[in-house]
């Protein structure tokens, strides 16, 4: 009766009078009145932000023998439900009671799973519907498709991919946009470009979608491509379009090229867009380029955790481990929340300080103070921190007493910090550990090698060879990118595909002369390979990063930082190389390699020495 009596006031006064009257009971002999069921009707389609006043209605409803037996009112109630966001299993409840639901009533509950945190339940409810022989219509697989995407079942999404080509749905745009962004967002960028190329009509959400989808996938260069045709065909790019193309430029170290995307987005007013905001700050940090990145940030209307954190990972790994503390305290003084991924931040940064007690006691209040559960990330900066500050014992212990299992990259940290700092016995029991969760790796061929090396075992180090080639485990190619104007240019080693190679190679000859005489010495052990020692050397004036530096070099003005972006680690002679061609040329040269940045300038590096 107290919610009958609170909606009284939703209800005219003529309908009070027909609650007075008791005309409205539900019985054989006297059934629902039409007026009160478009009340009701009229009542839910009014409710458009209140889940407190949804459920009086639905009470209101039931109270006066309004039932869901009838059609209408059930698909307007699971609509009103799905439309405000209330939880799924209200929506399920009140599912289960209606008799024969319709196909609007099924798109609607498969529409709710879909924006739900919980999409499985989506394609469980398709497969009851089509027992219920209730035939799916163009609404349907739109919305099953996006659960679908969710879940990142591409196996389902290809099975409901036939269901459509089936039943005769392919053509339609909104089936085809949800198609291709399933396979984009599953990672599968030829299928998804495949469904693009046979579309005969093309709206923004098609191109957003397989821009998005080769970005986020590794394909930044193909991303650029279709953008350029994007553009060719006359479509104005939205804020969508920038995040995209902000990513592929991020992943390619595209900074003259992101700097373009950045006053086209100030163009077209999307600077007050979170989203684009965040990606451009993002954009900047992963381009070495953190004073920019703090500018964006500083210059922020809105600033939410995804923006502070986006900025302390970045100084972090940019090697501002004190800058990154300091921006974390000034959050928390703020009051905003940190998330486990700025926690990851704040360790990094420790590390890189070599601030052993203060990370330790960051971990502890994560946990602590904020209540998020470890992930394998910070146990890994935990790791690298201890390994940082030459405790190599006490951060095998730490491995050992972890509650979750070591992956390959901890004991890889380990690993390295056994070839830094020369713990044989640990880095044998460290590469045993990787043998058998990542046996192809070929990086750790080259740090257990190193290590060996390092104590002059080169017996061992001959063994490490001949087993790599033994167990066919091949050396991941590295390469070198660099962006001169409006290009980004790719670089192998040895790379002689290049129309200035003649140039280049004459000036890479010049720059070891040159480092000789800063008395710079080849670290040819670091070669895995069986050649002569003269070999060795020329091998290792050849690398992908001093070919791209030595390129630069040739067609940028003096004094101009040179930015490359490297797929593996760097090497021992090419990071001991570049600190001296930083300070012979009198360059800043920023390296972000396959573990880090490396910002050069003046014969010294960022990382000092530990990477």
């Known amino acids: 009766m107290k919610v009958c009596y609170k909606l009284s006031s939703l209800v005219h006064s003529h309908t009070s009078m027909f609650l007075a009257t008791n005309l409205l009971s539900t019985t054989p002999e006297n059934p629902l009145p039409y007026y009160l069921l478009t009340k009701c009707i009229a009542l839910l389609q009014s409710c458009a932000s209140s889940k407190h006043k949804l459920r009086q209605i639905h009470a209101f409803s039931i109270r006066h023998g309004v039932s869901l037996h009838n059609p209408d009112m059930a698909k307007h109630l699971i609509f009103t439900i799905v439309s405000l966001s209330a939880p799924m299993s209200y929506a399920h409840n009140v599912f289960t009671m209606i008799h024969n639901p319709n196909v609007f009533t099924w798109n ?84 998804a470009y495949k469904v693009f190329e046979l579309m005969k009509e093309r709206d923004l959400v098609a191109w957003n979608s397989v821009i998005n989808g080769f970005a986020l996938n590794g394909r930044p260069n193909e991303a650029l491509t279709l953008f350029r045709e994007m553009s060719v065909e006359g479509l104005e790019p939205d804020g969508f ?190 590469r045993s550990h990787i043998l058998k969760l990542e046996p192809k790796h070929s990086g750790d061929y080259v740090l257990l090698s190193n290590l060996y090396a390092s104590e002059r ?30 290009r980004v240019y790719e670089f192998t080693m040895g790379d002689r595909s290049h129309p200035q190679s003649r140039d280049v190679y004459a000036l890479l000859e010049k720059i070891t002369e040159l480092l000789k005489l800063e008395g710079y010495v080849p670290l040819t052990a670091n070669v895995l390979a069986d050649i002569e020692e003269e070999e060795k050397e020329q091998a290792l004036s050849y690398h992908s990063e001093k070919v791209a530096i030595a390129f630069m070099l040739l067609n940028t003005a003096p004094g101009t930082p040179i930015r490359v972006v490297k797929n593996l680690r760097v090497c021992a002679d090419c990071h001991l190389a570049i600190k001296l061609i930083s300070k012979i040329y009198d360059r800043e040269i920023v390296i972000r390699d396959g573990s880090r940045f490396h910002h050069f300038r003046g014969g010294s590096c960022s990382c000092k020495d530990y990477w």
């Not at 090697?319 to 990094?348: C, D, N, S, W």
């Not at 001959?462 to 790599?468: A, D, E, G, K």
Request: charged share 20%; glycine share 8%.
């Open 108 to 191: 609607t509950m498969i529409r709710g799973y879909a924006e739900s945190q919980n999409p499985s339940p989506a394609l469980h409810l398709y497969r009851q519907m089509i027992v219920s022989c209730v035939e799916p219509d163009t609404h349907t697989y739109p919305f099953l498709l996006k659960a679908i995407s969710k879940s990142l079942n591409v196996r389902e999404g290809e099975a409901i991919h036939s269901v459509t080509i089936r039943n005769g749905f392919q053509s339609l745009l909104f089936v085809q946009n949800s198609l291709l962004h399933i396979y984009a967002a599953c990672g599968c960028t030829e299928s």
């Open 457 to 486: 075992r080169w017996t061992d180090v001959q063994v490490v060879r001949r087993s790599m080639l033994m167990d066919g485990v091949k050396k991941t190619p590295g390469y070198s990118l660099v962006e001169l104007g409006n």
């Open 241 to 430: 379009t920038v995040v995209s193309l902000l990513s592929a430029c991020a992943e390619l170290g595209a900074l003259e090229l992101g700097r373009r995307v950045h006053v086209y987005l100030l163009k077209v007013g999307l600077k007050e867009n979170s989203y684009v905001t965040n990606s451009l700050l993002d954009l900047y940090a992963k381009c070495g380029t953190i004073r920019e990145a703090q500018q964006v940030f500083s210059e922020m209307s809105e600033r939410n955790a995804v923006s502070w954190t986006s900025l302390i990972v970045g100084l972090a790994v940019n090697g501002f481990g004190e800058e990154a503390l300091e921006l974390f305290k000034e959050m928390e003084g703020q009051g905003l929340v940190p998330t486990e991924i700025t926690f990851v931040g704040v360790l990094y940064a420790c590390s890189h300080c070599g601030m052993l007690d203060e990370g330790f006691n960051y971990f502890r209040r994560m946990k602590e103070e904020y209540g998020i559960m470890p992930r394998i990330e910070h146990y890994g900066c935990v790791v690298d921190l201890l390994s940082r500050a030459g405790l190599v014992k006490q951060a095998y212990e730490y491995i050992q007493n972890m509650p979750v299992q070591p992956n390959a990259v901890i004991w890889r940290t380990l690993l390295a910090a056994c070839t830094k700092h020369g713990y044989l016995d640990l880095g044998e029991i460290a």
